[in-house]
């Protein structure tokens, strides 16, 4: 008998690699090598790749770079502007501001951040160009970029809404015992949704309740515990549903797809706001979400804010102080405790309100 969800799998896959193609065929990356036919933006865009990968450079900034120059190539195709010598200090202001002026298919703009990364990448760019002589002088050499945004996280989701999630996925069905396994271990570890969809096999040591973490945001690899719950549901998916999900003995992903390979973090991330909508929470967001609620609880359960940035794999400390910052329990019961005006003294006549609430003199 196959286990449900598993009905067609052959033809599953079939069917992804033929998207897969197809969205190879309709999405021509103009950075993809160095060739003649490409514009001299292009053949620029490819050198700068390559030598981001010769140096080292992760994976992810390297995508993040070619999504960059990407984004600034098309915008220069519309203006008619091929070449790096064409690129002048009011170009770049121009694209500044074009960035600024989009608007999402949600119509919701570019962020801050994500406005700042895009600008930051094209310094880079123009300095390693005139470093190799592509051009005279740098056009973003002064280029102002948007201030940074230091934003609050949003609220952390309750133990009960935890529990609601984690009881969502039916684990008589072998998707159901995985998504259960990457909802534990997402909210014991913290994890980026990146880490989770490059974690192997052996990266998982049951042994000690901890997973090795490589190659984690800025390359930096790290080890974090999962707790024994996390570790038990992790141990029971790799006994009973890893092996009639991989599509074969060379895939080493500790998560796999339905069609026996590895996530890419996007779908992955696109996943788990599916389950987190499937379980009744009105909340946007997905891994990132249990990220900061595994942080929440930690720090509200008295971990100190070292142990958890070390979890969480930040390289400032002032980045998990963010954690801190919206964790207003402890802060609430000491000033109930210690402040004068936390208590409506009832000699003075002050009384909250019945209708409004409010203290009425």
């Known amino acids: 008998m196959k286990p449900k969800g598993f009905r067609n ?8 690699r033929r998207r897969a193609a197809a969205l190879v065929a309709d999405n021509a990356d103009p950075f993809a090598s160095p060739s003649a036919s490409a514009s001299g933006l292009g053949r620029a865009g490819a050198a700068y790749l390559e030598w981001l990968a010769v140096r080292g450079y992760a994976q992810g900034t390297r995508e993040s770079a070619r999504e960059a120059l990407n984004w600034f190539a098309a915008w220069c195709e519309e203006c008619g502007l091929a070449e790096p010598g064409d690129i002048t200090r009011p170009v770049l202001e121009a694209y500044q501001r074009r960035l600024w002026r989009h608007r999402k298919a949600d119509g919701s703009p570019l962020g801050g951040s994500t406005q700042r990364q895009r600008l930051s990448v094209l ?12 051009i005279a002088a740098n056009p973003a050499a002064d280029l102002e970029l948007p201030r940074p945004q230091r934003r609050l996280p949003g609220d952390a989701l309750t133990p009960d809404q935890v529990a609601a999630l984690l009881a969502l996925p039916d684990i008589a069905d072998p998707l159901g ?3 259960r396994a990457m909802l534990e271990l997402l ?23 901890v997973l090795a973490v490589r190659q984690g945001k800025g390359s930096r690899d790290r080890v974090t515990p999962t707790g024994a719950r996390a570790a038990h549901w992790l141990a029971r998916y790799l006994e009973q549903a890893r092996p009639l999900l991989a599509a074969g003995p060379a895939e080493r992903a500790l998560f796999l797809t339905g069609f026996g390979h590895a996530w890419t ?5 696109q996943h788990i706001s599916r389950l987190l909508k499937a379980s009744g929470l009105e909340r946007r967001g997905g891994a990132h979400l ?29 980045t998990t102080a963010l954690y801190a910052e919206v964790c207003v329990r402890q802060l609430l019961e000491v000033h109930a405790r210690c402040h004068p005006g936390a208590r409506l003294p009832a000699e003075a006549g002050l009384v909250p309100s019945e209708e409004t609430g409010k203290v009425d003199a």
């Open 9 to 16: 799998v052959p033809g599953m896959r079939a069917a992804r």
């Open 123 to 134: 310094r880079g760019w123009f300095s390693w160009l005139v470093k190799r002589h592509w």
């Open 177 to 179: 015992l995985r998504d």
């Open 187 to 209: 909210y014991a570890s913290g994890l980026r949704r990146a880490e989770l969809a490059r974690l192997e096999v052996d990266d998982f040591r049951p042994a000690h309740q």
């Open 265 to 269: 973090p996007e779908t992955l991330g």
């Open 290 to 318: 249990l990220r900061h609620t595994c942080a929440t609880h930690m720090l509200e359960g008295g971990a100190d804010i070292r142990f958890i940035q070390q979890q969480l794999g930040h390289a400032k400390l002032e």
